[in-house]
């Protein structure tokens, strides 16, 4: 029901509402504008809210909800590649050349990592391509002593 000398309701007076009951305040710059003041009881002001229109979700002001940063830390990008590097140590030609890539890559983003403050992740990408490359590079020498050694007893 409307009283004869209120004015009713706006979006902007409800969010004015809704944002003193969460602790918000209006920011200065708006707050001394006339346009902006609450409506005294008998008054015809009112607060009109942000000029502008929607501010989105992390918009407004502090006690609004809103999405929120980011859920954890990313992955540092040299632990990516030191992952995929190793990988790519399984493919033929660039085999060994891929997991040293991968080794020392991932001893790079561990330390990058550990030195981050928490701000960075990728610890497991980055060991996971460690490990990987180091098996490769094992497999790989294992393999050229074998062929060295098959190829030197065909000559005898």
Avoid: W
């Avoid at 409307?2 to 969010?15: C, D, F, G, K, N």
């Avoid at 209006?26 to 501010?55: E, R």
Wanted: net charge positive; proline share 8%; with cysteine.
């Amino acid at each position: 029901m409307i009283r004869p000398l209120e004015r009713p309701a706006t979006a902007s007076s409800r969010r004015l509402a809704r944002d003193t009951r969460r602790g918000a305040t209006i920011p200065a710059s708006q707050a001394d504008s006339p346009s902006n003041k609450a409506a005294s009881p008998g008054s015809q002001g009112g607060y009109t809210g942000p000029q502008g229109g929607y501010l989105g979700p992390q918009g407004g002001y502090p006690g609004q909800y809103g999405y929120g940063p980011a859920a954890g830390p990313s992955n540092n990008p040299l632990a990516v590649g030191a992952l995929i590097a190793s990988l790519c140590g399984l493919l033929p030609f660039i085999g060994l050349f891929g997991a040293i890539a991968g080794v020392v890559m991932g001893v790079i983003a561990r330390r990058q990592i550990r030195y981050s403050n928490g701000m960075q992740g990728g610890d497991g990408l980055a060991i996971a391509g460690i490990v990987i490359g180091a098996v490769l590079i094992i497999f790989a020498i294992f393999v050229i002593l074998v062929i060295v050694g098959v190829v030197s007893h065909t000559n005898s």
